[in-house]
C-alpha cells in the first residue's frame, strides 16, 4: 500500500501547489482587467468547455490519458500563458483564467478516479485524507512561494512557477506509475451499457448528482461574494497576494484537518453527517458576511469554501461512488464530476447575471445560507439510498421470482406426478385460486395427485364435486379414497349419512377408519353410534392387532382431536414397531393432545422418531413452547435431547417460540448456545414480524465480546506452541469462530439480516476488497454502542497471521482445563496430561476416557480436518473399536462400502490385483468414500501389524448428519480443498506435456 501511496501524494504536493500559483494568478489578472462582472461569464464558459471534456472522459477517449501526460501538457500550456502575459496580450488573462478551473477539475478527475480504482473502501478512509493532506500541504509551502513570487514578479512569475511545479508533478506521479494503474477487464462500450441500465433503475446516483450540484453552487456564490469584495478595493499585486495567502491559510486548514480530525469524524459521524459539515459551516459564515460587511469576513468564507472543496468533499464524495458497482462507478463519476459538477458552476453564474443588476450585494450571503439549507436536506434524503446501496455491495442484489400462472396451469396438465405437484406449490405460494384445476387433478392416474386434489377440495370448501368424490370412495386407490370420505362428511355430510355407514364392516381397514372418523367428526354427541362402537372396538384390541390396524388406529386418533382419547393414543407411543410409533407420535401433534407432550421429548433422541418428534412438538404450537423452554434450560437433562429443542422451537416458529429461544439460558455449553443464536436468527427471517428486545440481543453481544477476548490471545499462543491442526487449537479457533459468527446473527435481528450474515462472511474471508466493503456497512448501520461490540473482534481476528508466545502454553493449557465449555475442557486436559501438567482424574461431567481417545484419533483424519471440534466429537461418540491380526482383511474388493475406519494402532495395506498401492499406519484413514456413495470397495486391506482401528459405520454417520448438518460444511469444505487440489495438479501436468507455459528450470 505505501508504494502506491507515496507517488501518489507526492504528485498531490506539487500539483496543487502550481495550483496554489495558476489559479490566484489567473483571478488577478482577470480582476484588475476586467473586473468583477466578467467572472459570471467565466464561470459558464469553464463549465461549458468542462462538461465537454468530462463527455470525452465518459465515452472513453480520455480514459487511456495519465496524470502525467496531462500534468505535462499543462505545464506546457501555463508556460505558453506566462509568455503571452509577458508580451503584453491581455485577452490571455481570460484564457488563463477558464484553463486554470478546467484543468484544475479535469486533472482531479483523472487523478481521484484512479485513486478510487487503486484502493478499497477501507484504505480510502485512512489513504485518501493523507493524500489530501499531503496535498494541501503542497498549497502551503508552495503558496508561500507564490506570495513572494506575486511581490517581486506579479502574476507572471506565479504563471512561470506553476508551470514548473505541474512538469514535476507529472514526474512523480510517473514513478511506479505501474502501483497506481487500475486493472480493468471490461471494455468501456460494456461498461457505457452498464452505466445506462444501472441508472434507469436506481436513484441513488441521480440524487448523489443533485448533491454535488448544490456543492457546486455553493462554492460559486461563496467564491463570487470573495471576490467581488476584494476586486472593488485591492490592485492586482494586492490581489495577487491576498489569493496566495488564502490559498496558504486554506492548505494551513486542509492539512490539520485531514491529518487530526478527516479520519476521526469519518469513523464517528459517518460520511453524511460528515458532508454535512460543509453546509452548516458555510451557512454560519455566510450570516457572519452578512452582519460584518468586509473584505475578510468574505475572505473567511472563501477561506472554508476552497479547504472543503480541496480536501473534504473530494474524499467524502469518493466515498459515496464507491458502493456503485465496479462496471458503473467510474462512467457515473466522470458524469456526475464533469456534468453536474460543472453544471453547478454555470448555474451559480447564470444566477449571479439573473440578480446582478438590481440585487444589493447583501443579497447572496443570504443565497448561499438558503442552498446549505437545501444542501444538507439532499443529504438527508441521500442516507437511506446510500444504505442501500451498500447493502447491495455486500449482500447482493434479492432475489425476485416471478412466476407464470398460466404456463403452471398447463403443467397441472402433465402426465408426471412430480411436475404437476410442484406446479400445485407454486399456485399456492402465488396466491392463485385453484379452483378451475380441481377436477383435472381429481382425475389424474397418479394417487397422490388425486389425494393433493382432495386437499385442495377441502381447504377451497367446494361443494359441487360430491359426485367425484363418491367415485372415488367406490373405486379410488387408497390414499385419496381415505381422504374423499373425510372430505365427503365435511362437505355433505347429508351424503355421508348415506354413504359412511357401509364401510364401517371393510375388510380394509384404512376405509373403516376413514369412515368412523368421517361419521364421528359431524355425529360428536351421538356416542351410540355404529361408529363409535367401531372405534371401541378397535380400542379393546389394542397390541393384539395386525401392524397395519395399529398404524390405522394411531392416525385416526390424531384426527378425532379429542382429549378423551389420549390414554388410547399413548398406548400406541410405546408400540414395539417403529412405524406404528411414528404415527403415533404424529398424531399427538395432530390431534394436539397436549398432555402427551412430555412424552414426545425422549423421542428426539432416538434417531428414527427424532423427526416425528420435532413435527409433533411444532403441531402443538404454544401449547408445547413452555415444556420445550424448560427441557432447553434444564441442565440435569442430556446435551444430545437439548441439542434438538432450538430446532423444535423454530419450528414452531411463534411469538412465544421466539421469546423462549431469544430469553434462553442455556450458557452452560457453548455449541448448544451457538444452535439457540442461530435458531433465533432462523426464526426471525421466517417470521420478520416478531417483536424483538434490543436490550436481550446487546446482553448477547456482550457474552460474545467476553468470549472472544477470554480466548483470542491463547488461540494465538495455542498455534504458535502446537500448530494449528492440533485439536485444541482448533476448538479455541472453532469457538471464536462461532463467537464472531453469532454475532452477526445476531445483529441480523435488529437490521437487515442478508447484509449482516454477508458481512460476517466477507470479514472471515480473504478478499481484502470485500472485508473493506463489509467494515463500511458495519460503520454506516450499526449503533455506536453495537460497533463498540463487535469493533475488537473485526479489527483482531483471530484467523489473520499473527505471531503467538509459546512460552504461554502451560498457562493456557491450564486455565483452559477448568473451563465450563466440557468440549474445550476435554481437548485442552488431552493436550496437558499428554506434557504431565494435568494430573487429575475424570470427574462426573467430563468427557469419557474412551470418547477422548477417539476424539483425538480423529484430530488428524484428512476428511474431517476442516470440521469443527464439535463435530468430531459427536462422530467420535458414534464410532466404535475394532481389533484384526496380522494377515487378516480388513475388506475385500466388491464388499459393501458401509464403513470408515481410522487406524489406532497397527498398520495397513491396500492391494488391487496383487499389486500394492499404499500403506497406512496410526492417524490415518482408509474407506472414506464410502460414507457417502456407499459403493463397492474397489482394494483389498490387509492387516500388516496387529490393527486397532475406529469404525464408523455409514448408517451412523448419515443419521449424524441429520440430526447436526453442521458436519456437513466440514466435510464439504475438505472435498472442496481436494478438488481445487486436483484440478491445480491435472493444470499443472497439462502446462508441462502441452508446453502452454514453460517449465522453469
Given at each position: 500500500?505505501?508504494?502506491?501511496?507515496?507517488?501518489a501524494a507526492a504528485f498531490q504536493f506539487f500539483f496543487i501547489g502550481a495550483v496554489a500559483m495558476l489559479k490566484p494568478a489567473a483571478n488577478a489578472l482577470v480582476l484588475t482587467r476586467y473586473q468583477s462582472g466578467a467572472l459570471p461569464w467565466l464561470y459558464i464558459g469553464g463549465a461549458a468547455l468542462t462538461a465537454l471534456i468530462a463527455a470525452a472522459n465518459v465515452g472513453g477517449q480520455l480514459r487511456t490519458i495519465s496524470p502525467s501526460a496531462m500534468a505535462a501538457a499543462g505545464g506546457g500550456f501555463t508556460l505558453l500563458l506566462a509568455l503571452g502575459h509577458q508580451l503584453g496580450i491581455a485577452e490571455l488573462s481570460l484564457v488563463a483564467y477558464v484553463f486554470a478551473e478546467v484543468f484544475a477539475t479535469s486533472m482531479s478527475l483523472n487523478f481521484w478516479g484512479r485513486m478510487g480504482d487503486a484502493f478499497d473502501a477501507r484504505e480510502s478512509r485512512k489513504i485518501f485524507p493523507w493524500i489530501s493532506g499531503v496535498g494541501m500541504s503542497g498549497a502551503i509551502a508552495l503558496g508561500l512561494l507564490a506570495q513572494a513570487a506575486a511581490r517581486l514578479g506579479g502574476a507572471a512569475a506565479q504563471l512561470f512557477c506553476s508551470a514548473v511545479l505541474l512538469l514535476i508533478a507529472g514526474a512523480a506521479f510517473l514513478w511506479h506509475r505501474s502501483q497506481l494503474e487500475p486493472q480493468r477487464a471490461n471494455s468501456e462500450s460494456s461498461n457505457r451499457d452498464a452505466t445506462r441500465s444501472y441508472l434507469k433503475i436506481h436513484r441513488y446516483p441521480w440524487l448523489?448528482?443533485?448533491?454535488?450540484?448544490?456543492?457546486?453552487?455553493?462554492?460559486?456564490?461563496?467564491?463570487?461574494?470573495?471576490?467581488?469584495?476584494?476586486?472593488?478595493?485591492?490592485?492586482?499585486?494586492?490581489?495577487?497576494?491576498?489569493?496566495?495567502?488564502?490559498?496558504?491559510?486554506?492548505g494551513v486548514i486542509c492539512v490539520v484537518f485531514q491529518i487530526f480530525l478527516a479520519e476521526r469524524l469519518l469513523r464517528r459521524l459517518g460520511i453524511l453527517r460528515y458532508l454535512a459539515l460543509v453546509p452548516a459551516t458555510l451557512g454560519a459564515l455566510a450570516v457572519i458576511s452578512w452582519l460584518v460587511p468586509s473584505v475578510w469576513s468574505a475572505w473567511a468564507l472563501k477561506l472554508f469554501e476552497g479547504?472543503?472543496?480541496?480536501?473534504?468533499?473530494?474524499?467524502?464524495?469518493?466515498?459515496l461512488y464507491a458502493p456503485l458497482p465496479d462496471d458503473v462507478r467510474d462512467g457515473v463519476r466522470k458524469g456526475i464530476d464533469g456534468f453536474l459538477r460543472k453544471g453547478g458552476t454555470a448555474l451559480g453564474g447564470l444566477l449571479l447575471l439573473m440578480i446582478g443588476p438590481w440585487a444589493p450585494p447583501s443579497v447572496l450571503p443570504f443565497l448561499v445560507v438558503l442552498l446549505c439549507v437545501l444542501t444538507a436536506a439532499a443529504l438527508l434524503r441521500l442516507r437511506p439510498l446510500y444504505l442501500e446501496a451498500l447493502h447491495a455491495r455486500v449482500s447482493g442484489a434479492k432475489d425476485a421470482v416471478e412466476l407464470d400462472v398460466r404456463m403452471?396451469?398447463?403443467?397441472?396438465?402433465?402426465?408426471?406426478?412430480?411436475?404437476?405437484?410442484?406446479?400445485?406449490?407454486?399456485?399456492?405460494?402465488?396466491?392463485?385460486?385453484?379452483?378451475?384445476?380441481?377436477?383435472?387433478?381429481?382425475?389424474?392416474?397418479?394417487?397422490?395427485?388425486?389425494?393433493?386434489?382432495?386437499?385442495?377440495?377441502?381447504?377451497?370448501?367446494?361443494?359441487?364435486?360430491?359426485?367425484e368424490l363418491e367415485a372415488l370412495i367406490a373405486e379410488g386407490m387408497r390414499r385419496p379414497r381415505d381422504e374423499a370420505v373425510w372430505a365427503l362428511a365435511r362437505l355433505h355430510p347429508e351424503r355421508a349419512r348415506v354413504v359412511l355407514p357401509s364401510l364401517l364392516g371393510s375388510a380394509d381397514v384404512g376405509n373403516r377408519c376413514a369412515a368412523i372418523g368421517a361419521l364421528l367428526s359431524f355425529m360428536k354427541d351421538e356416542h351410540v353410534s355404529p361408529a363409535a362402537q367401531a372405534l371401541d372396538g378397535l380400542l379393546k384390541r389394542g397390541a393384539n392387532a395386525p401392524t397395519i390396524e395399529r398404524r390405522e388406529?394411531?392416525?385416526?386418533?390424531?384426527?378425532?382431536?379429542?382429549?378423551?382419547?389420549?390414554?388410547?393414543?399413548?398406548?400406541?407411543?410405546?408400540?414395539?414397531?417403529?412405524?406404528?410409533?411414528?404415527?403415533a407420535?404424529?398424531?399427538?401433534?395432530?390431534?394436539?393432545?397436549?398432555?402427551?407432550?412430555?412424552?414426545?421429548?425422549?423421542?428426539?433422541?432416538?434417531?428414527?422418531?427424532?423427526?416425528?418428534?420435532?413435527?409433533?412438538?411444532?403441531?402443538?404450537?404454544d401449547s408445547a413452547v413452555p415444556l420445550v423452554a424448560q427441557a432447553l434450560d434444564d441442565r440435569s437433562r442430556s446435551l444430545q435431547l437439548r441439542f434438538q429443542l432450538p430446532r423444535v422451537l423454530r419450528q414452531i416458529g411463534t411469538p412465544a417460540a421466539f421469546d423462549a429461544l431469544l430469553f434462553s439460558n442455556a450458557i452452560d455449553d457453548a455449541f448448544l448456545h451457538y444452535r439457540v443464536g442461530v435458531a433465533i436468527a432462523r426464526?426471525?427471517?421466517?417470521?420478520?414480524?416478531?417483536?424483538?428486545d434490543g436490550g436481550r440481543v446487546k446482553d448477547a453481544l456482550r457474552r460474545r465480546q467476553q468470549t472472544w477476548r477470554g480466548l483470542s490471545q491463547a488461540f494465538i499462543d495455542l498455534k504458535a506452541a502446537l500448530g494449528p491442526q492440533a485439536l485444541v487449537t482448533r476448538a479455541v479457533g472453532d469457538r471464536l469462530d462461532q463467537s464472531f459468527e453469532l454475532s452477526f446473527w445476531l445483529l441480523g435481528l435488529t437490521h437487515d439480516a442478508r447484509a449482516m450474515r454477508r458481512a460476517h462472511a466477507h470479514l472471515a474471508g480473504n478478499d481484502p476488497r470485500r472485508k473493506a466493503w463489509a467494515i463500511e456497512l458495519v460503520d454506516a448501520v450499526l449503533t455506536e454502542e453495537e460497533k463498540l461490540l463487535v469493533q475488537e473482534q473485526i479489527d483482531t481476528h483471530h484467523r489473520t497471521e499473527k505471531v503467538g508466545d509459546k512460552s504461554w502454553l502451560e498457562a493456557h493449557l491450564q486455565g483452559l482445563c477448568k473451563s465450563e465449555d466440557p468440549v474445550l475442557r476435554a481437548c485442552a486436559r488431552g493436550a496437558a496430561r499428554a506434557r504431565g501438567w494435568w494430573p487429575l482424574k475424570l470427574k462426573e461431567d467430563d468427557m469419557a476416557d474412551v470418547t477422548m481417545k477417539r476424539l483425538f484419533a480423529l484430530e488428524g483424519v484428512e476428511i474431517f480436518a476442516q470440521s469443527d471440534v464439535d463435530d468430531l466429537a459427536a462422530v467420535a461418540a458414534v464410532a466404535r473399536e475394532q481389533q484384526f491380526k496380522t494377515g487378516e482383511h480388513v475388506y475385500q474388493v466388491g464388499d459393501p462400502?458401509?464403513?470408515?475406519?481410522?487406524?489406532?494402532?497397527?498398520?495397513?495395506?491396500?492391494?488391487?490385483?496383487?499389486?500394492?498401492?499404499?500403506?497406512?499406519?496410526?492417524?490415518?484413514?482408509f474407506g472414506d468414500h464410502s460414507l457417502f456413495d456407499g459403493a463397492p470397495r474397489l482394494t483389498d486391506i490387509v492387516v500388516v501389524e496387529a490393527l486397532t482401528v475406529l469404525v464408523i459405520d455409514r448408517r451412523d454417520f448419515l443419521d449424524l448428519l441429520g440430526d447436526r448438518p453442521e458436519l456437513l460444511r466440514g466435510v464439504f469444505r475438505m472435498m472442496s480443498r481436494q478438488l481445487k487440489s486436483m484440478v491445480m495438479d491435472l493444470t499443472q501436468a497439462r502446462r508441462a506435456t502441452t508446453g502452454e507455459i514453460p517449465r522453469q528450470a
Open positions: 500500500m505505501t508504494r502506491r501511496l507515496w507517488p448523489l448528482g443533485l448533491v454535488v450540484l448544490g456543492f457546486s453552487v455553493l462554492s460559486i456564490l461563496s467564491d463570487f461574494v470573495f471576490r467581488q469584495r476584494a476586486g472593488a478595493t485591492l490592485k492586482e499585486a494586492e490581489l495577487a497576494s491576498l489569493f496566495a495567502s488564502a490559498q496558504v491559510w486554506t479547504a472543503a472543496s480541496f480536501s473534504l468533499l473530494p474524499v467524502g464524495f469518493l466515498l403452471l396451469g398447463e403443467a397441472l396438465k402433465s402426465r408426471s406426478p412430480d411436475r404437476v405437484l410442484r406446479a400445485v406449490d407454486l399456485l399456492v405460494h402465488a396466491g392463485a385460486s385453484l379452483e378451475p384445476h380441481v377436477r383435472g387433478l381429481l382425475a389424474h392416474a397418479d394417487e397422490r395427485v388425486q389425494e393433493r386434489g382432495v386437499h385442495v377440495l377441502q381447504q377451497l370448501g367446494l361443494k359441487t364435486a360430491a359426485k388406529v394411531a392416525r385416526l386418533l390424531g384426527r378425532l382431536k379429542d382429549e378423551g382419547l389420549g390414554q388410547g393414543l399413548s398406548r400406541y407411543l410405546e408400540d414395539a414397531d417403529g412405524t406404528v410409533r411414528r404415527v407420535i404424529a398424531a399427538v401433534g395432530a390431534g394436539g393432545y397436549t398432555s402427551l407432550a412430555p412424552r414426545l421429548l425422549r423421542f428426539l433422541t432416538w434417531p428414527e422418531d427424532r423427526r416425528a418428534a420435532r413435527e409433533a412438538l411444532s403441531d402443538l404450537k426464526l426471525r427471517d421466517d417470521h420478520p414480524e416478531h417483536p424483538v462400502g458401509d464403513a470408515l475406519y481410522v487406524i489406532l494402532e497397527g498398520s495397513v495395506e491396500a492391494r488391487r490385483e496383487g499389486e500394492l498401492l499404499m500403506k497406512m499406519s496410526a492417524k490415518e484413514a
